[in-house]
């Protein structure tokens, strides 16, 4: 079975440029999360998504970031535009209940460089 | 103060030593407790879940919580240098889960 498929794995771009990010969830996993991850830290929860329900947004920097799940599968988080700051490992999650606390099954990452 | 604390080492150890990996959480709503581990340039992975109070033994790994002291423990017996990887605590409860920082292990043949 396939996992979280994350795409680009990595991205290089000049500070307030656009630049997305694409998810493919685990099929039949209801529940999407987008986590940003800086070198040395644990993951911080961006999103999180209930099929295609937005159900927790609350550390998502609204002014610059904005995300979607159209038909509760696919998955697509932007910035617009990026600053230095926002280099980061950018990772995409499933799972496949609503619960905080049941397993989630991550992505490898997108890389995002921001110069 | 972070609601999960955890040291980011980095932590060495030689080949077949016993690694203890330790956080602190403060919020005592806590109940669900999760231990997963990061190779390079990889995402988290699963490596222990423990609900409340008590001991989880799974091959060389066990992780052990103390609500008293809110204190959660991994341990891993007969370290291998496949075990070189960050280990990241989390806990929470149904509704949200908070992540420590990661501890750096590197196991040396």
């Known amino acids: 079975e396939a996992g979280v498929v994350q795409s680009p794995r990595y991205k290089i771009i000049e500070k307030k440029q656009p630049v997305a990010f694409w998810c493919n969830p685990i099929?039949?996993?209801?529940?999407l999360y987008w986590y940003r991850q800086n070198l040395g830290q644990g993951p911080e929860l961006l999103i999180r998504?209930?099929?295609?329900?937005?159900?927790?947004d609350s550390q998502l920097p609204k002014d610059r970031f904005s995300a979607e799940r159209l038909k509760g599968v696919d998955s697509t988080l932007k910035i617009q535009p990026a600053e230095l700051g926002d280099s980061a490992v950018y990772l995409c999650?499933?799972?496949?209940?609503?619960?905080?606390?049941?397993?989630?099954?991550f992505g490898q990452g997108t890389r995002l460089t921001v110069v | 103060q972070k609601e999960v604390e955890q040291d980011p080492g980095p932590l060495s150890v030689p080949e077949g030593a016993i690694v203890s990996l330790n956080c602190t959480y403060s919020n005592s709503a806590f109940q669900y407790f999760m231990w997963y581990r990061q190779y390079s340039r990889k995402g988290p992975e699963l490596l222990m879940y423990?609900?409340s109070s008590g001991n989880k033994e799974d091959g060389r790994f066990t992780a052990q919580v103390d609500k008293s002291s809110k204190y959660i423990s991994l341990f891993i017996r007969d370290s291998q240098p496949s075990d070189s990887a960050t280990y990241l605590c989390?806990?929470?409860?149904?509704?949200?889960?908070?992540w420590g920082l990661g501890t750096s292990l590197a196991v040396n043949p």
């Open positions: 999650a499933s799972s496949p209940g609503p619960e905080a606390n049941t397993e989630a099954f």
């Open positions: 989390a806990g929470g409860n149904n509704r949200k889960l908070i």
């Open positions: 099929s039949g996993h209801n529940t």
């Open positions: 423990t609900y």
């Open positions: 998504y209930e099929n295609e329900e937005a159900v927790d």
